[in-house]
């Protein structure tokens, strides 16, 4: 169809140029002959009726058939303003704006067929035309049958028989590396082989060989080019192809549970491949299998609740803080907001504000146009690893999209379950982290050592990996970083392989709930009795001392006792989490007859199939958590082991995140491993260890520099050695890569200390100095880079360094001032802690650091510096959670709403706050809590606390300059002593109640410049 007034045919048209629209029309005939159409739409644009009649003139004069289509944006007419809403979300625009394009009407809803034979009724042929085009587009789709990419095999061998081969050949390894001693090996062989024999059928029969083989293809390939890969499936035949690495009979994992031979559907291997490199693996199935066979799959944003009533709010223009207090009222249930139909059923705020004289129209308008938009599609994304690999074209099964960009991939225009039921084959290509992480540490270890670990060749029994998790070390250990988690640790004290995949299947809302998880522990430490419910059933529950824990003991169960195959048993477990009543009562009976037939006790099978019923809710599959447990347990031992060359890889690994990296810094000194600071002389883009106890700071992880900044340095550091200084690191890097405000980062993070100027009796380097030459150094650089083709007389022996500008001689910064300038760099104290400033002084009133708090009926005084503030809406307003640290340890204080808004100013990030409080123990968090009485500035707290201020003049007295500078600060609380003396006498005045001052950081400062700080103190009680 020639696209009416937008196609190249309307638009010569519309530009009155009938000649060159009639060409145009004639070369598209040509193209598609019997099959263009010329269009004609009528839906209010401009120049509607004249665009139409020229249309039709001209398929008058080809005799290229008209036909009359109507472009539907919306379905109902009443639609159109909720239409406008989401074109303005999706554009930017207020739907206020007068300046915004219009580019629809409010015709363009889904009209019926008499109102569009209404439209055309005098062109009836474009209408019956539309019928033509209607047949001529039918198309047959095979839904259910699975189209598999064609794998290579060898002439002569059928690609099943290939698949056994190879199994076979797979598993002889696999045995070797299992059982050394072949006396052990032979008697292990037979369970082996039979496995084997019966899933390589079962795949066989199921159609699978060529899944199989390509996911073995390409992991394999990963693994041989350095590409770390984690996978867990239930399989020997996965195992022997080198898929997993986890032997499924030592931990009883079933291939039933993987691949259900009563049941047909796709096998789902869960591989998970280094972050970094996952997209070479991708890149290897594209050229491998064709590019135009392989695509990724496409995501469909919706607008949920609470993000359209944010975004329909912007577009009236309302407050943002009014949408905001709106979205925040919608509950959350299981991590996912609720309709807004439903949230006005739970919420009576949201009523009562739809009700209100105020804003209540407003409100109701706001959720009306919302609640038509809601879940609609908002955008196209990409799955985050789903690949599709087709036996051919792409585009002869699906439709494919491609976004903007050079970099951009191709992606299926049908989301994850469309194309699995058009027949395309999903593989799961997700990228971990933590297989970077590993892959980085590791590399660091053979530089130091020479030796290249091979982890999966250690087993799982190392008890220092063990201590780790028991003593709950385990920042940026795998799957077990959060505060609840450390706490379960600590509880569970995992000593074997088989409690860490417990553990990551415990873990969770519903065994936490249920009290599995305290049963677990107990049990596990001889503190309950364990009830295997029956000898047979010890084998299947010992691992978890007796409680049902995962999927396949409910499966183990199901098939010991009622006689169920392993395959009728998954079933039988889907069943218990789909809950359908009547199916369960068929299970019931049919578990009770298979018990009786098979000699125990019905009423035993009835009792076990309610547990079982209770479990299967909160049952995780073991294979899945299996294949976790081995990257938790490889962190643990490298943090075991090689504390430094793993904490540098973890910080490597989140070099931009600032506030990740501030974590991983405490754990890393915490773990007593000394981390040396940038230096533009010594460090590397990332975070490097130096010796098993010692890493240097990564010049990447300072904000405002960047890959490429920090590789041009490094590159002129190793052509022309170290940088001598400032002057000489601005001439040898490129200006445009390394600009001034990379290198101004740099210097406030402390990476140009070691080739700084260094003052007289000063204990840290002039950073002030540095950052106040940059500019004169950068322009020297520039200078002496124009300068360098010509000829000059400064180029004459050294006579161009006597001319070198010299740095901007300026008073160093004091303690505090370093450290505020070095966290804008770095993201967080580094070199020291502002506390530390003034933690002399607060000693006089503040008795006990945060680490060695203890809980009292008194009010205790507290300090710390504000690290970070969270609130939390209460019945009673707003309440405040105010992080402090003071270098020893962090504590959360509870701030309620009548103080928090009396004392609002005092709460300040960065800066020392003191605090009188109740310190109670918190069972719930299991350390101590604050809630705050009262909240004190520095300078309130010296009011409080301080018995006077002294100044001691020592022969410079001048009573005016005094005078001017306490005046100021007066009238406040504090005393004012002076004590003078000469070569004859000495004497202490106090002096009148006029000049009585606030002891502020300010009045300190202005009088330490002039007398010396020693001079001046505050004497305290």
């Not at 004609?40 to 003139?57: F, K, N, P």
């Not at 968090?925 to 100044?951: C, I, P, Q, Y």
């Amino acid at each position: 169809m020639s696209g009416a007034h937008l196609g190249d045919v309307g638009e010569a048209l519309l530009n009155g140029n009938f000649d060159l629209a009639g060409q145009r029309a004639k070369a598209w005939e040509e193209i598609f002959p019997g099959a263009f159409y010329l269009e004609v739409q009528r839906y209010g644009q401009s120049q509607q009726e004249a665009i139409v009649q020229q249309t039709a003139d001209l398929a008058g004069e080809t005799g290229i058939p008209l036909v009359a289509t109507h472009p539907i944006q919306f379905m109902n007419r009443d639609d159109f303003r909720a239409h406008e809403a989401r074109v303005c979300i999706a554009e930017g625009y207020v739907l206020g704006d007068t300046r915004r394009p219009k580019l629809y009407t409010e015709e363009q809803y889904f009209k019926t067929q008499a109102e569009m034979a209404e439209l055309f009724v005098d062109l009836p042929e474009a209408l019956e035309n539309s019928l033509e085009i209607a047949k001529r587009c039918n198309i047959t789709m095979t839904l259910g049958k699975n189209f598999l990419p064609d794998f290579p095999i060898p002439p002569g061998m059928t690609i099943g028989e290939y698949l056994v081969d190879e199994a076979e050949k797979g598993l002889e390894v696999r045995l070797a590396e299992l059982y050394p001693d072949p006396e052990v090996r032979a008697q292990r062989r037979p369970e082996y082989d039979e496995r084997l024999i019966f899933e390589c059928k079962t795949i066989l029969q199921m159609g699978f060989p060529g899944y199989f083989l390509i996911v073995a293809d390409f992991i394999n390939w990963a693994k041989n080019n350095g590409v770390p890969v984690g996978s867990g499936a239930g399989s020997l035949v996965a195992y022997s192809l080198r898929i997993t690495d986890l032997d499924p009979l030592a931990y009883a994992l079933l291939f039933e549970r993987f691949l259900n031979p009563e049941r047909v559907s796709m096998p789902d291997f869960d591989i998970d491949f280094c972050q970094d490199n996952r997209w070479r693996v991708i890149e290897y199935v594209r050229q491998h299998y064709g590019e135009d066979a392989v695509s990724q799959i496409a995501t469909f944003g919706t607008m949920s609740s609470k993000a359209v009533i944010r975004d329909v709010g912007r577009v009236f223009g309302l407050p943002y803080s009014m949408c905001d207090r709106i979205s925040k009222l919608i509950p959350i249930v299981q991590n996912k907001p609720v309709s807004l139909a439903e949230a006005l059923e739970q919420e009576p705020q949201l009523k009562e504000m739809m009700q209100g004289d105020g804003d209540g129209e407003t409100v109701r308008e706001l959720f009306d146009l919302a609640s038509r938009l809601e879940d609609l599609t908002r955008n196209v994304g990409m799955h985050a690893g789903g690949v599709l690999i087709a036996p051919g074209k792409i585009t002869d099964f699906c439709p494919i999209y491609q976004a903007t960009g050079s970099d951009a991939s191709t992606v299926s225009q049908f989301d994850k379950d469309d194309v699995e039921k058009v027949g395309l084959v999903k593989f799961d290509f997700l990228g971990l982290r933590n297989l970077t992480i590993i892959e980085l540490a590791v590399e660091y270890i053979r530089r130091m050592t020479g030796e290249k670990l091979d982890l999966m060749s250690l087993g799982f029994t190392d008890p220092a990996a063990y201590q780790i998790l028991k003593d709950a070390n385990t920042t940026a250990i795998f799957q077990v970083e959060s505060e609840g988690m450390k706490k379960l640790l600590k509880k569970l004290a995992p000593d074997r392989f088989e409690d860490i995949i417990a553990v990551l299947a415990l873990y969770r809302p519903g065994p936490l709930g249920s009290g599995m998880v305290d049963d677990f522990i107990l049990r596990k430490k001889g503190q309950q009795k364990i009830d295997y419910f029956h000898p047979d059933l010890t084998a299947c529950l010992s691992p978890t001392y007796g409680v049902i824990v995962y999927q396949e003991q409910v499966m183990q169960i199901s098939q010991i006792i009622g006689g169920y195959t392993l395959g009728g048993a998954d079933m039988l477990r889907r069943a218990m989490g789909k809950k359908k009543a009547e199916e369960m009562a068929k299970h019931r009976e049919t578990i009770a007859a298979g018990a009786k037939e098979k000699g125990y006790d019905p009423a035993l099978a009835e009792q076990l199939f309610d547990l079982m019923t209770k479990f299967a809710e909160y049952g995780f599959n073991k294979s899945h958590t299996a294949a976790y447990a081995v990257v938790t347990y490889h962190t643990a031992w490298l943090k075991a082991h090689h504390c430094a060359a793993f904490m540098a890889a973890t910080m490597s690994s989140d070099l931009d995140n600032t506030d990740s990296v501030k974590i991983f810094y405490e754990d890393t000194i915490a773990n007593k491993i000394k981390v040396l600071g940038p230096d533009v002389n010594v460090s590397n883009y990332r975070f490097e260890p130096v010796d098993r106890g010692t890493i240097r700071y990564g010049l990447g992880a300072v904000k405002g520099t960047g890959e490429q900044a920090v590789n041009v340095i490094l590159k002129a550091r190793e052509e022309g050695g170290p940088f001598k200084d400032l002057f000489d690191f601005c001439q040898r890097c490129d200006k445009r890569m390394v600009n001034r405000r990379t290198t101004e980062a740099l210097i406030k993070a402390g990476a140009f200390d070691a080739i700084a100027p260094v003052e007289a009796g000063a204990k840290l380097p002039n950073r002030h100095k540095l950052l106040a030459t940059v500019g004169i150094a950068m322009d020297f650089a520039e200078q002496m880079e124009r300068n360098a083709m010509q000829t000059s007389l400064f180029d004459v022996g050294d006579v161009a360094d006597e001319h070198a500008p010299e740095y901007v001689n300026v008073r160093p910064w004091d303690e505090k001032t370093l450290l505020m300038e070095e966290k804008t760099a770095l993201g967080f104290f580094f070199s020291g802690h502002p506390y530390n400033t003034c933690k002399k002084e607060l000693s006089r009133f503040v008795r006990r650091p945060l680490n060695r708090l203890e809980p009292s009926k008194e009010l205790t005084t507290l300090a710390g510096v504000v690290v970070g503030v969270r609130t939390q809406m209460t019945r009673r307003g707003k309440m405040l959670f105010v992080q402090l640290d003071d270098g020893t340890g962090m504590i959360e204080v509870t701030v309620f709403n009548e103080l928090f808004e009396a004392e609002r100013a005092k709460i300040v990030t960065d800066e020392v706050l003191i605090i009188e409080g109740k310190v109670r123990y918190d069972d719930f968090s299991g350390g101590n809590s604050v809630t705050a009485d009262k909240l004190m500035t520095l300078g309130e707290a010296r009011a409080r606390f301080a018995r006077h201020l002294l100044l001691k003049m020592n022969g410079n007295s001048d009573a005016r300059k005094l005078k001017s500078l306490l005046t100021p600060f007066a009238p406040g609380s504090a005393d004012v002593r002076v004590r003078y003396r000469n070569a004859d006498a000495e004497c202490e005045l106090q002096l009148g109640k006029d000049l009585r001052v606030r002891l502020d950081d300010a009045l300190l400062e202005a009088l330490s410049g002039w007398l010396q700080p020693e001079n001046v103190e505050i004497i305290y009680s």
